[in-house]
């Protein structure tokens, strides 16, 4: 999937443009995608003092917003297989970055941004707002307050209108077929963060047309405690019911989890350290058939680090009882002349006897003016001890920078063996 893109940069002014090819077989003409551009209008520098300052931002193009929308969109805990968390997410608020190739052919958009910081007790004060040319309009709002020397406590507030139907509906579903609509969706965040304690409780509503209809809603809390080298991160997940549709319009099928992960580090010996941690996940979920399971995940990871090197193991498995997939890696990174990255994992499926390999080698450099990297993958699919598909990728990417241009590149192939 080529891409390129560039940016040029002036003062307050900054133009990207970018452009992808979608993936494609040689013996097909490629689609042409329309570029994905945008023009930023940055005043950060303008207004700078010792304890305040105050940025005001435009940029309209084919931009898309992130940050606390994703929350609106995916509400549930990530049930990624990472044992070992050692850093805590603030509350995040609506943001409207500059374009990738990822948003080509985005509808056009308009968003600006005011952000006021102090070294005082309001220590930072953060307005977004972002429309587009499907009427779709997006407001947030963050409020961080000082309560010590190295904590705070930050409240966040994101809403906005969006689109959904169901009109895919299977026939044994309980859901009942709509057309579009136009509903109104809000987020809440809050949370108090300190060397020891850091939590942060997340609220989704979301509202029909008529406002006086009670609104569905979404909670979630996550905690992290830290007392000298354990760290424990505990967090929980619930919807109000069945039938609720998000942000991205899709069906919440996750009802409620339960998340534990407790990570302890070691020091051995001189300059080396090694952390491991367990992750426990408990989800309640609707399955196709419209029954509700419970899903248990458990997971395992260790990693261990010296002045140049990085490695870390971890196995994960999906249901305790009796394991419907079991997946795990192992990688090592050396941290030095091209900055090698070793990958080798797994996924095994009992049921079907399906075991899936990856081995994957990355290197990459960086320069003042240049970066760049490469990669190659190869895939095998093995089914009941006998060989179903073999593949392999390679990605390459570099990035030039002079003065007030850069320019970045991006290519890939892939090839069926078998």
């Known amino acids: 999937m080529p891409s390129v893109s560039a940016k040029y940069s002036y003062s307050a002014l900054t133009l990207k443009a970018a452009w992808k090819i979608p993936q494609t077989e040689f013996s097909e003409n490629p689609e042409i995608l329309l570029p994905a551009w945008a023009v930023n209008l940055d005043f950060s520098d303008f207004y700078k003092r010792n304890t305040e300052s105050l940025a005001f931002s435009a940029i309209c193009g084919t931009i898309s917003p992130s940050g606390a929308i994703s929350k609106l969109k995916s509400p549930a805990l990530s049930t990624s297989a990472v044992a070992i968390q050692n850093s805590f997410s603030d509350v995040s608020m609506l943001y409207t970055n500059l374009p990738s190739a990822s948003n080509c052919e985005k509808p056009l958009a308009f968003g600006t941004s005011l952000k006021f910081q102090t070294n005082s007790v309001l220590k930072k004060l953060n307005l977004t707002l972002f429309s587009d040319e499907k009427e779709n309009f997006l407001e947030s709002a963050l409020i961080q307050l000082k309560t010590g020397k190295k904590s705070h406590i930050s409240i966040s507030a994101t809403s906005g209108q969006f689109l959904k139907s169901n009109t895919t509906s299977k026939w044994f579903s309980a859901t009942k ?122 997971g395992g990871q260790i990693n261990f680090y010296t002045k140049r090197t990085f490695s870390k193991i971890n ?59 490469f990669s190659a993958s190869a895939t095998s699919s093995i089914i009941k001890n006998a060989l179903e598909s073999l593949s392999a990728e390679i990605k390459m990417s570099c990035a030039f920078k002079v003065e007030n241009i850069s320019v970045s590149a991006n290519a890939g192939l892939s090839f069926n063996v078998i």
């Open 315 to 373: 196995v994960f498995a999906e249901g305790i009882d009796s394991p419907e997939k079991i997946s795990g890696a192992l990688s090592h990174y050396f941290y030095g002349f091209l900055n090698p990255v070793e990958t080798v994992s797994f996924s095994f499926t009992p049921e079907s006897e399906k075991l899936k390999l990856k081995c994957s080698q990355k290197i990459s450099f960086r320069k003042k003016t240049f970066s760049g990297s």
């Open 177 to 298: 077929l709509f057309p579009e609509t136009r509903f109104f969706a809000t987020n809440f965040q809050a949370s108090f963060i300190s060397p020891h304690f850091k939590t942060r409780e997340t609220a989704n509503l979301f509202y029909e047309q008529n406002f006086f209809n009670s609104p569905q809603a979404t909670f979630s809390s996550e905690n992290q405690i830290k007392f000298y080298d354990f760290l424990l991160n505990f967090a929980f997940f619930c919807a109000s019911e069945k039938e609720l549709f998000t942000a991205s319009a899709t069906r919440q099928k996750t009802l409620s989890q339960i998340k534990l992960n407790p990570v302890m580090t070691f020091f051995p010996f001189n300059k080396f350290k090694m952390q491991s941690g367990a992750l426990c996940l408990f989800e309640q979920k609707i399955q196709s058939d419209e029954s509700i399971e419970i899903e248990k995940k458990l």
